[in-house]
C-alpha cells in the first residue's frame, strides 16, 4: 500500500524535475544566445549614432586653426617647413589621436629655381640688348605674402638654358592646336619658342607638345580669360580672380612617381637611373603672369587667331611667328636655371586599427606639400584632415573601434608628379593591392562654395550619393530653398547628363595621389572638393599655384566661417565610417555596368560609322558588358540573401566587391604604357588632368585617319576592343559565383 | 492566520521556482554550446581518419586500368583522340565523381609534321644525289606501337624548309658548348648545320643559341650515353633503354602559352598576332636517333672533340665542319615540312566545393596531351590524377566535405609549351591570383621505381615532407630495409646536399605546367615524380617522347603491379586533403628565410670576389633576407597562439601565408621578360627546364667579364641587386602583422 504521503513526495518530485528540465530547456534554448557576443558583434554593421558623433564632432573652427597653422609659411617639398616642421606636426599629432604612426622616407629627384640667378623671358634685340623683361617675382600685395622661402614661379624639372626664338602662340598647346598652326596654317615651329595659355589640360602636356612640334623652349602664362571673371576687372586682394602679376607654378614631368626609380620605391636601396637616362622634359619652360604676357602677345606678328584662340587681354592675339614691327628681327629669349636635385621627402601615415578585420584598409589621403603658402592646395584638405582624424580619434577614446582599419596618409611632393603617393604605393604595392578596400583623396578641400565636385570609380558612386545626403548644406541660403544638405545642391546644379535624376561624377584622371591606386593598384578610388560656380568657365580656381593662394584668401573671400570646410571633412569622414564599419561593404558593382554601357553607347555614337567602316563591330564587347552586368546584378541579389552571421561568407562576398576594380588591371599597360593600367578608366593620352574611357581604343582611334599605316592602326584598334572586351569578362569572372570557375 | 496548507503552497511554489531558475542557469550556462557548431566545424580541422580513408581509397589497380585506357591510343594536342575522345572522358568522368566540370575551350597555333611528306636528314653530294637519309618514323618493335595516328618525329614550330650546310657537332649545344667552339676554336658556325645531342638543357635553348651563333638548321638526336646505361646494349622492347630507332619528339618554342596571343586567353574574342609578329623559331630543325646520328657522326672531319663531349657512339666524335674524304665537298641535308596550324584545345576543370571556405582554391593539375601514347608523360599521372579524383568522390559521398575548394585540372597541349594552363591562368588571372592556396602539378607520376623526385617552392617543403612521411613505401625491399615510408628511401637515397637530415627537393623551372602559377600569378607551386636510379646519369627517362613510351613498357619494365603510381597518387591526394582540409594552412615561411640564406651564401662564394672587386657588396639584401627571416619567424610564432576559433583571424594568417609567395612577382618582368616573373626563381636564362635562384642577377653575372661595356654590365648587376633587395622586402612586409604598415 502506498501512503499518500508517499504519493505527495513523488508528485513533488515529479513536478521538480518538470520544472528542472523546463528550467533547462528555457536556459538552453531560449535564453542561450545563438551566438557569442564576439560573432555578435562581428556581424553586426556600426552603430548608426556614430556617424551623427562623427559629423558633430568634426567642427569649423578647429578646421579654421588648422589652415591658418599649414599656410602660415611656404611649404614647398624638400623644404625644412614641409619636411620637418610639418611632417613633424602631423606625426606627433596623429600619435595622440590615433593607434599608431610612422614616417616613410625617400630620396626622390626634386627640381627648383635658381634664387639667386631668376628665370625670365625677355624681347632680345639685334643689337643684343634685351628689353621688356618679365618679372623675376610675383609682386607681394598685401604682406602676408611677405616670406623670405616663397621660391619664384617655375615649372618643375624644365632643363635650364638660354632659348632664342620666334615666337608663336599655340593656345592652350593641345595637340589640336599644334596640328590646327601645322596643318591648317602650314606653320612649321620648329626651332620657334611657344607661348601658350594655361588650362584645358595638363601642363606637361603642353610641354611635350611642344617638344613633338620641334619647338625649342615654352612659355605658359594665365589668360584673363581663364582665370577673371566679371567686368570690373577686380582681382586680389579685393576680389578673388588672379591679379596679372600672379603667375602659376607647377611640375611639367609626363611620368608619375619619382624619375629615378620608375615602378620600383625610392628607398635606401634603391637603384637610381642616371638624370640622362629617364624622361624628362627636353626643351626650357617657364610660367609668367598677364601682365607680362600682354608685354609680348601684343607685339606678334603673323595671322589674327580664330575666335576660340582669343584671350580676354585687349590687344589682337596673333600666331606669329615673331614680332611686328618695329620688333620684327628681334627674338624672344627664354632665360631658365632651374635645376633638379636630389631630396629626401616623407609621407606620415597614421593608423586606426581595425577590430575585426584589422587587414583591411580604408584609406584616407591628401598630399602636404604646397608650390608656396599652399591654402586651397593642398592645405584646405590637410586641415580637414586633421579635422576627421582628430574626430575619429576621439570616437576611440569613446569606446569606438571599426570593423576595419582606417589609414590617414599625408603625402610628400605631390606636386612635383604624385611623388610621395606613388613611391609609397610600389613600396607597398603587395599589401595595399590585397587588403585595401579604398583610397578616397582630398587635394582641395573648397576651392569654391557652390557645390560638390567628385570624382570616382563607378563602383563607389552609391557611396557618395548616401555620405552627402547625411551631411548638411553649409550654405543657408539653399537650405532656405529647401536643400537641406549637400547631395540637395550638388543634384541641383550639377546633375549628371546621363541620369538628371542623380548629381554628375566624374571619372578619375592622374591629378592627384589617387592615381597610383587606381592606376598602379586597381583599388576603387575617389576625390571631392567644394568647388565654385561652373558657369565662370574658368580652368581652374584662379589662385591656383600663384603666391596669393593664402590663408587670407580663404578665409576673407572664399569660406569666412569655414562650413565648406567642415562639410567636406564630414563627408570624408562620414564615407570612411561607412566603409570600414558596415558589415558589407557599400560597393555598387551594378553602377559599373551601367557606366560600361554608357561608354560604350557614347563609342558607338563617335565611331560606330567609322568601325563598320572598317569591318569592326563591337560585338564581343557588348556582350561582354552584357555579362558583367548580369553577374553584377547576380551578386547583389545573392548579398541580399546572405546570412551575415557568418563571418566567412561576408568575407567572401566583400573580397569579391574589393577585388574587382583589381581586373580592370592590365599589368602590361594600357597601350604598353605601364605607369597607366586601368583598362576601362585612365589619364586621357593628351591630356593626364582628364580621364579617358576604354583608354587604350581612344588612343587608337585619336586622328586615325590621318595615320600613315591604316592597316597596322586598325590592327591596334582591334587589339584594344580585344583587351577591353578580356579586361571586363575578366571583371565579371570576379563577380561570379565562386564556385563558377569549376563549373557550378 | 496562515493554514499550513498556504504554507505548503508556498513552499512549494518556492521550491518549483528554485528549480525552475537553476535548470534555467544550467542549460544556459552549463548546457548552452560555446559555439554554434557551424562554427565548431569551421574552426576544426579535418578529421584525421580521412587522410587513411583516402590512401585506402586510392587502389593501384584502378590506376593501372586508367594507364591501360589512356595510352591505348595516340593522344596528340588537337588530335580527335585528345581533344574530343579523352576530353569527353575525363569530364564526363568528373561529372560523375566531383561536384561539377567545366570545359574551357582556347583556339591557339600548334604544329604537326607532314605526314604525306616526311622530314628527314640525309648526306647530299656534290652531283645532287642524297644519300644515308635518315629514316622518316620510328621502326615498329613490338605491334602495340602500330597505330596510324602516330606522329613521326619532328620538333614543333620549326619552321619549313630544305637546309645544306656543313655539319658541326657542338655536344649539348649549350650557350658554353656553342662559347667553346667560337671562341676556343675559333669556328665560325655561320651557315652550319648544328648537330646536337639530347639532354642538360631544354631543346628550345639549344635551337635558340644555334641561331643565335648563326646556325643555319639543327639536328637533335639521343646519344647512348645519355639514354642507355649497362654494357650489354640491351634496349627495348628487351629493357626499359632506348633502341637506336627512337627518336625524342618536343617543342623547340621558346615562349610559353599560345604564341599568338602573349598573355592574354585565346578565347573567342581574343585579338592574334600574325606569325610573322612573334617570336617562333627561325631555324628548321628536327629530331633522330642514334641509328641515324651515327651515319653522320662518324664522318665528321674537324678536331677530336674533347672528353667531356664525347659520347657513348663507338666512332670518335669530331666538331667538323663537314666530312672527312671522300666526303669532303658533301653537305647535310635537313629536309623539314613541319607547318603550324591554328586549333582548338581544351581544359577539362573538375571541381569539389569548400564547405566554409570555397572561395580559397587548392589546385591539381596534370596535361593529357601525349606526343605519342604518352604512357609514361603525362598519361601516368593522368591515370593517377583520375583515381584520386573518384577516392575524394568517394569520401565527398561518404559526407566528407573539405573546408577549401579542390580544384583538378586536365590541360590540353602543354607539350607545345604549356598552352593549355598558360591559356587558363592568363583568363582565370584574377580570381586565381586571390584565391589559389597552391599548384601541386604532376607531369610524370612514375619514370622509375627508386625514390620520390620534388620539386617545389620552399613554402611548400614542409608539406611535402610530412605527406610523404604518411605514404606507405611501394618498395618492399625498402620496407624490409626499415624504410617504412615514402619519406624514408627518399631521404636515403637523395639527402639535401644542404642538410643531409632532410630529403633534396629541387627548385621549379619551366618544364611543366607549374609555370603559369609560379611564375605569371605567384602562385606556391610543387611537382612530383617517382623517379629512377640517380647514379644512371641519363637526361632523363630513356624512352621520354619517342613512340615506345607504352603501357605495355610501363606495365612490363617499370611498374608492374602500379604501387608506384598508388604512392605518387596517395602522396598527391595527403598534400590537397592536409592544404584542403586544416584550419591553418601547412605553410612554412621559416624555410624560404633558410632558402634565401642559402642563395646568398652561394653567390658570395661564387661571386663575392668578383663583386667587390667591383665596388658592389651584397650587404643591403643580406639585411632584407633578415627582416625576412624575422616577420617569418615573428608570424610563425603568433600562429601558435593563435585564437582558432575566430574565423575572420584564421583567415588573416592564412591570407598572409597564402599571399607571400606574390610578393615575389615582378610584373615588369625578371631582367624585362614579362613572361619569367618571379624574382627569387625563375628558368634559367639559358636552360628553362631549369630553375635559376636570383634570375635576374644570374643573368646580369653571366660571362660579365666578356662583355664589351663592363660599366653598363656592372650597373645591371646593381639593378638586379636592388630589384632582389626590394623583393625579399616587399615579401616580408606581406608576413608581419597586418598593423605594421600603420606604426604599430
Chains 1, 2 share one sequence.
Not at 26 to 33: E, M, W, Y
Not at 80 to 100: C, M, P, S
Not at 198 to 207: A, L, S, T
Not at 461 to 468: F, K, V
Request: net charge negative; with cysteine.
Amino acid at each position: 500500500m502506498v501512503s499518500t504521503f508517499a504519493i505527495k513526495v513523488a508528485a513533488a518530485t515529479l513536478g521538480g524535475i518538470c520544472l528542472l528540465s523546463i528550467g533547462i530547456v528555457i536556459g538552453r534554448f531560449a535564453l542561450a544566445p545563438d551566438l557569442p557576443s564576439w560573432l555578435q558583434s562581428m556581424s553586426s554593421d556600426g552603430n548608426p549614432s556614430n556617424s551623427q558623433r562623427l559629423m558633430k564632432e568634426i567642427q569649423a573652427e578647429n578646421i579654421r586653426k588648422n589652415l591658418e597653422f599649414f599656410s602660415k609659411k611656404p611649404h614647398i617639398a624638400g623644404s625644412q617647413q614641409e619636411e620637418v616642421t610639418l611632417a613633424t606636426h602631423i606625426h606627433d599629432t596623429w600619435k595622440e589621436y590615433l593607434d599608431g604612426v610612422r614616417i616613410y622616407t625617400y630620396n626622390v629627384l626634386l627640381s627648383y629655381p635658381n634664387a639667386s640667378d631668376p628665370n625670365y623671358v625677355a624681347i632680345w634685340q639685334e643689337n643684343g640688348t634685351e628689353t621688356e623683361q618679365s618679372s623675376k617675382k610675383e609682386k607681394i600685395l598685401t604682406p602676408d605674402q611677405d616670406d623670405p622661402t616663397v621660391v619664384n614661379p617655375f615649372n618643375a624639372y624644365s632643363p635650364a638654358g638660354d632659348v632664342l626664338g620666334d615666337l608663336v602662340y599655340v593656345n592652350y598647346g593641345t595637340i589640336e592646336d599644334f596640328m590646327y598652326l601645322t596643318r591648317n596654317l602650314s606653320m612649321n615651329l620648329t626651332g620657334t619658342v611657344a607661348i601658350v595659355r594655361y588650362g584645358k589640360i595638363f601642363r606637361g602636356d603642353k610641354v611635350r607638345n611642344g617638344e613633338t612640334y620641334g619647338c625649342a623652349g615654352m612659355i605658359i602664362y594665365s589668360d584673363p580669360a581663364d582665370y577673371v571673371v566679371g567686368s570690373n576687372n577686380r582681382v586680389f586682394p579685393d576680389d578673388w580672380w588672379l591679379p596679372g602679376t600672379g603667375a602659376q607654378r607647377g611640375t611639367v614631368l609626363f611620368t608619375i612617381g619619382d624619375p629615378l626609380t620608375p615602378f620600383y620605391p625610392s628607398i635606401e636601396s634603391a637603384y637610381y637611373l642616371d638624370e640622362k637616362e629617364i624622361q624628362l622634359p627636353l626643351i626650357p619652360v617657364t610660367p609668367i603672369g598677364y601682365d607680362d604676357a600682354v608685354k609680348y602677345l601684343s607685339k606678334m606678328a603673323g595671322e589674327e587667331v580664330q575666335s576660340t584662340w582669343q584671350g580676354k587681354l585687349n590687344i589682337t592675339y596673333r600666331v606669329g611667328p615673331g614680332f611686328l614691327q618695329p620688333h620684327e628681327k628681334s627674338k624672344i629669349k627664354l632665360y631658365v636655371r632651374t635645376y633638379n636635385v636630389k631630396k629626401p621627402i616623407k609621407n606620415v601615415i597614421g593608423f586606426i586599427q581595425g577590430n575585426h578585420e584589422p587587414d583591411r584598409y580604408v584609406v584616407l589621403g591628401n598630399h602636404r606639400d604646397a608650390w608656396v603658402f599652399g591654402a586651397i592646395d593642398p592645405s584646405s584638405a590637410t586641415a580637414a584632415m586633421m579635422e576627421v582624424s582628430r574626430a575619429m580619434g576621439q570616437l576611440l577614446k569613446d569606446g569606438w573601434r571599426p570593423r576595419r582599419s582606417i589609414i590617414f596618409c599625408s603625402w610628400g611632393a605631390e606636386e612635383y608628379g604624385l611623388i610621395g603617393s606613388m613611391e609609397w604605393a610600389e613600396e607597398m604595392s603587395k599589401i595595399l593591392g590585397s587588403r585595401t578596400i579604398a583610397y578616397l583623396n582630398v587635394d582641395v578641400a573648397v576651392e569654391g562654395n557652390t557645390s560638390l565636385l567628385a570624382r570616382a570609380t563607378p563602383i563607389l558612386h552609391n557611396l557618395l550619393h548616401e555620405a552627402s545626403k547625411k551631411v548638411e548644406n553649409p550654405n543657408p541660403e539653399e537650405i532656405a530653398k529647401g536643400r537641406r544638405m549637400v547631395y540637395d545642391t550638388w543634384l541641383a546644379t550639377n546633375p549628371s547628363a546621363f541620369d538628371p535624376a542623380l548629381p554628375h561624377i566624374g571619372d578619375l584622371g592622374s591629378g592627384s595621389d589617387y592615381a597610383p591606386f587606381l592606376q598602379i593598384l586597381g583599388i576603387s578610388s575617389l576625390d571631392i572638393t567644394y568647388t565654385y560656380d561652373k558657369s565662370y568657365s574658368i580652368s581652374s580656381y584662379p589662385m591656383y599655384h600663384s603666391v596669393y593662394e593664402t590663408y587670407d584668401l580663404v578665409s576673407r573671400l572664399m569660406d569666412r566661417d569655414f562650413k565648406y570646410h567642415q562639410a567636406v571633412a564630414r563627408l570624408w569622414g562620414e564615407m570612411a565610417l561607412t566603409l570600414a564599419d558596415n558589415v558589407i561593404l557599400m560597393f555598387d558593382c551594378q553602377n559599373y555596368a551601367v557606366m560600361l554601357e554608357k561608354i560604350l553607347a557614347s563609342i558607338k555614337t563617335s565611331y560606330g560609322t567609322l568601325l563598320q567602316k572598317n569591318g569592326i563591330n563591337l560585338d564581343d564587347v557588348t556582350k561582354a558588358t552584357e555579362e558583367f552586368k548580369k553577374a553584377a546584378s547576380i551578386l547583389h541579389k545573392r548579398i541580399e540573401i546572405l546570412d551575415i552571421k557568418n563571418p566567412l561568407d561576408v568575407r567572401r562576398v566583400n573580397d569579391q566587391l574589393m577585388q574587382m576594380e583589381r581586373a580592370f588591371i592590365d599589368s602590361l599597360g594600357v597601350a604598353s604604357n605601364p605607369s597607366v593600367r586601368h583598362v576601362i578608366y585612365a589619364p586621357n593620352q593628351h591630356n593626364s588632368y582628364a580621364s579617358s574611357s576604354f583608354p587604350g581604343l581612344a588612343a587608337a582611334l585619336f586622328d586615325i585617319e590621318n595615320q600613315p599605316n591604316q592597316t597596322e592602326s586598325w590592327k591596334k584598334v582591334k587589339k584594344e576592343i580585344s583587351i577591353i572586351t578580356f579586361s571586363i569578362l575578366s571583371a565579371a569572372s570576379t563577380l561570379k559565383d565562386v564556385n563558377d570557375i569549376g563549373g557550378l
